[in-house]
Every structure is written in structure tokens, then in C-alpha cells.
């Protein structure tokens, strides 16, 4: 049996074809490059933030973050005046927390009972109607909601909520009535509340999906009603991935700036009341980055930028710990 | 009682969503209703007028948003598809690709400001100087920050459709002697590529309505510039400045701005929902 004389089209077609290792390796490199981008995107933006708010650390150290320069005649504490060159975090992390922390409290019981409704309740026709026009919110951009807030959502909390809230609740001291322009930091909590509705909503849904059914029925068959198997078959197992979809929603909104930049007041004070105005760590960032004229002022605003990124980064990381460890497997995307 | 707690908690659900979904309803009847009585051809084909006057439109705006898009588009796709080929293809299981999936999560969660700071410091900064064009607020500077900020959601969108490639086919191409390059590029993407254009399409969508990252990387610009070089306009910061200036006439423009983005954007996700419901592989089955 030795070769035969003739070689087939296919042979000679295999034959001819030259050894692809080098393409191959040349294209896993290339491949390797992109997917090293992401690494590398973390770290640039890291290193530049870093670099550029190395003169206000320099002039400020940790003191940025919980302290500010008193005014020597009025005794009044000097958070943000950039003439002077006096710099302080202070009123936009407690306007961040205050706006974020009122947000959470409006959206998660809505979101929950929207997930809930979706998943255990809707009538599977309206289901998929309903979860688009959920995600049809998510997807309408920060600035949209920022226009639709100054022009709808202000003058309504300026003519209804507001005069309501300081009337009912103002013995609180929470609510004072000195605020008639309707922005503050209610408005911005409404308005961030249903910025981050869809995200929480969906992501509950996923958690509440990935609850084997197994438990649901062995609840029923003990005699549950609808809302006792929800409560004790699906809620108590996904406990911790509803966690992680509230912190991711946070996460979210501790970055949101054009929605909030627009509502809030842009005053850098701390006031007790919450119809008070205020400021948001990205917001001062959007309305004074592009003007500032001293390189300390730059400084202090890429200063606030280092720890928003920080923040973000270190809530979402722990936020898809959370929803990684209920659903099991690669994360869910999140718009 | 138990009977009682399970009707009020439905009522309490139901609710829930009827609250949720009146404010989408509330946004989008207003924007259409101010939105749609000054959309006019002027919109399309003007740029603004000096404040005060009458009329004008954003013309300029659409045209610059379209320069900055497409600029992000060439800078995000290609890496992130990339990235994306490398997860699905060449790393699945590995370590090294847990740790680029979840860092590339956590980017798609880092607020777009802080991604126009990390522009400005590297692009648009009088400091800068390792490349001769930098140093001024660019159209160039707000396309790489858009780019930036696709990177991550292509690369996770691309991973994802490319799992769903059966392995049969690659097994296939590969058996037929394919190069292994040849098999990911020709075979396995473009089998999965109504899914990667539709996760491109996502990107592209999220981009395109965001303000932060624009504010001090290109500036904004009130005349017609289509130069990567200089300022130019956007239509979200073109939104954002006319809603908050005191004119009337450039609220208006601002409400007709708003509702042409909110078009846009509820046609990409109508799209992309159609496009995935239909099944993403209609090559492979």
C-alpha cells in the first residue's frame, strides 16, 4: 500500500493549507490586549484622579472629608468658598447621603411590590408588557428626568408637598418652611427614587426567579396563602440577593448628577431641614469643573471625584458579591 | 385575617406598580405634548439663535452628537467585542476572566462623571502634552470618554450572546480544519452577531443620553463644527443648557430636544427587545 499516485482535491487542499499557529497566537494576544483594557481603564482613571487631587491633599489631608475652616468673624464654618481657598466635602457628602438615603426609603418598598406583583401575581400576558415598560425607564437618560423634574416635579412639591410636609410634620424639625423655591433635597430624593426604581425592580425580579420552584410548592402545600408562600418561600431566599439589588441601586445613585444637579438646590450648607437646599458630590463636580479658574479648586473637585469613584466602585463590588451568591453564575447586566 | 393580609398585600403590589409606572407614563405625555408643538423641520436643519430672538433650532447639536457617537463607536466596539471574544473564547473558567467580568461590572457602575474628570485630567488639561493635539476641550476628548464608558457593557453583552453559540459549531469548523482564528471570527461571532449588535445597540443607546461625561470634555458649541479638534455640540448638554437658561424660547427647544432623544432611545430598546425575544441564533439553529 503506498501513497496514492494521485492526490484528492481534498488532500491536496489540506495540504496545501500552512501551519495557522502563528495567526492563531497573534489573534489570542490581540484578544488578551482588548479584554486587558477594562484593567486598564480602572487604572488610568485611578492614577489620573489620583495625580490631579494630590494638591488639594497636600493642602487639606483627611481633614477634607469631615472638617471645614471656620469663618473668624461670624463663626460660621467656610465649607466650599473657592476665592479663599477654603475647601470642604462635608455639605455634599451629607447632601449625597441625605438625597440617596430619602431615595432608598421611597423606592424600595415600591420596587419590592412591583417585583413582587411581576413575579408572583401579573397575569402572564401583561408580565412581558409590563417588565419593557419597567426597563423603558431605566433606559430614559438622567438629563430627560432632570428636564421633566425642573419642570414638573418642582413647581409640584413647591405648591403641594412641601407646604403639606412643613405644615404636618415640621414639630419634627425636619421640615422647615423657609424653602419656597420647591428644589432641596426632597425633590431630589423623589426624583432619584424613580430614577432607580426600574434598576431594584428588576433586579429583585431575577433573585425572586432564581428561588427554585421546589420551595414555593412545598410552602403551598402546607396551606400557605399567596402571600405567606411569597413571604416565607421566595422573599426569605432571596433576602440576600433583594440586599444586594437595593446596594447596587445605591450605588447607582450616589453617581447620579444630571437629574440632581437640576433639583437640588446647588448651596453647599448642611441644613437639618429636608426641604432645604443642598448639594451632591456629583453635582458640584458637573456645575464648577468646568470654570474653575485655581488649581486648588480643580483639585478639590477631582478630590470629591477620587472619593465618589472609590465609593461606587467599592458599593457595586459588594452589591454583585450579593447577587452573585443568590443567582449563582455570571452577574446579571444591569443597564 | 390570614385571607385579609393576602387581598391587602396584592392591593399593596398592585399598587406599587401602578405607581411606578404612572410617572413613565406622566414623563412621556409631557414630553410628547411640550415636546411635539415646536418640533419643527427648523429643529432639524438650524442651529440656536441669540437668546431672545425667536425661532432657531439644534441642528448643530444632532450633527455633533452623531461626531461624538460615532467616534465612541469606533474606540468601544472593536475593544469591547474584543474583550468579549476573549471571555467566551479563550478564558472561559479562568481566573483571569472572573476578574476582568466582575472589574467590568463594576466599571459599567463607576458614575459618568467621574469618567469626564479622568478625561479631562488626561485629554483635555492645558497640562497635558503626550500628544500634540491635547491640552483643550475637543470633540475628540468627549468621543474617548463615550468610548471609555462602552467598553465594559459591549464586553459583557458580547460574552454573554457568544456562550449561546452551541459548541457543535465551532466543534465543526474546527474539525474542518479551520484555523482557530478564523473559526471564533467567521463562524462563532458572526453566528452570535444579531446579539453582539444588539449589545453594541445598548451601548450605543446609554451613550448617547449621557450629559456628565460632555460637560468638560467637549464644551458645547453654538455653531455649526463637525472638528474632532474643538468644542462641539451635543444634544443632552445642548438640553441641559437651554433647560436652565431663563429664555423661553430655549425651553422650548430644550422639550423638543428632549422628546427626539427619548424617541431615539425608545426605538434602540424597543429594537433590542425584539430582536432577543425573537432568539438571538437564528443562524445556528
Known sequence: MGRPTHDSEVRKFLLSRGNSAGADRGFHGLMVLCALSIFAIVVLIATELILRSNLAWKAFGFRFFFQADTDSFSHLPLFWDPVNGHFSALPFIYGTLVSSLLALLMAVPLAVGVAIFLTEMCPRALRGFLAFLTELLAAIPSIIYGVWALAVLVPMMREYANPLLSKYLGWSGFFADDNPTGLGFTSAGVILAIMILPIISSLTREVMSAVPHSQREAVLALGATRWEMIRMGVLRNARIGIVGAIILGLGRELGETMAVTMVIGNTPEIHRSLLANGSSMAAVIANEYAEAVTDLHRSALTEIGLALFIVTIVVNAAARLLVWAVTRGTPARVN | ?285
Open chain 2, 1 to 285: 385575617m390570614r385571607g385579609f393580609t393576602d387581598y391587602a398585600v396584592t392591593f399593596l403590589a398592585v399598587s406599587a406598580t401602578v405607581v411606578v409606572i404612572a410617572p413613565l407614563m406622566a414623563i412621556f405625555a409631557y414630553l410628547v405634548y411640550k415636546g411635539a408643538s415646536s418640533l419643527n423641520l427648523d429643529f432639524f436643519t438650524q442651529i440656536p439663535k441669540a437668546p431672545g430672538e425667536v425661532g432657531g433650532g439644534m441642528a448643530n447639536a444632532i450633527v455633533g452628537s452623531a461626531v461624538l457617537l460615532a467616534l465612541a463607536s469606533v474606540i468601544g466596539v472593536p475593544i469591547g467585542i474584543g474583550g468579549g471574544i476573549f471571555l467566551a473564547e479563550f478564558g472561559r473558567g479562568t481566573r483571569l476572566a472572573n476578574a476582568i467580568r466582575f472589574t467590568a461590572d463594576v466599571l459599567n457602575g463607576v458614575p459618568s462623571i467621574v469618567m469626564g474628570v479622568a478625561t479631562y485630567a488626561l485629554i483635555v488639561s492645558p497640562h497635558v502634552s503626550w500628544l500634540p493635539f491635547l491640552g483643550h476641550f475637543s470633540a475628540f476628548a468627549g468621543g474617548v470618554a463615550l468610548g471609555i464608558m462602552m467598553i465594559p457593557t459591549i464586553t459583557r453583552t458580547t460574552e454573554e450572546m457568544l456562550l449561546m453559540v452551541p459548541h457543535a459549531v465551532r466543534e465543526a469548523a474546527l474539525g474542518l480544519g479551520v484555523p482557530n482564528w478564523r473559526s471564533v471570527l467567521s463562524i462563532t461571532v458572526k453566528t452570535a452577531s444579531p446579539g453582539i449588535i444588539t449589545g453594541c445597540m445598548l451601548a450605543f443607546s446609554r451613550v448617547a443620553g449621557e450629559t456628565a461625561p460632555l460637560i468638560f470634555t467637549v464644551l458645547g458649541n453654538s455653531f455649526w463644527s463637525t472638528s474632532l479638534n474643538r468644542p462641539i455640540a451635543a444634544l443632552p448638554l445642548q438640553i441641559y443648557v437651554f433647560a436652565l437658561s431663563p429664555y423661553d424660547d430655549w425651553h422650548r427647544l430644550a422639550w423638543a430636544g428632549s422628546l427626539v432623544l427619548i424617541v431615539l432611545i425608545v426605538l434602540a430598546v424597543s429594537l433590542v427587545r425584539f430582536v432577543t425575544s425573537r432568539g438571538v441564533l437564528k443562524g445556528a439553529s
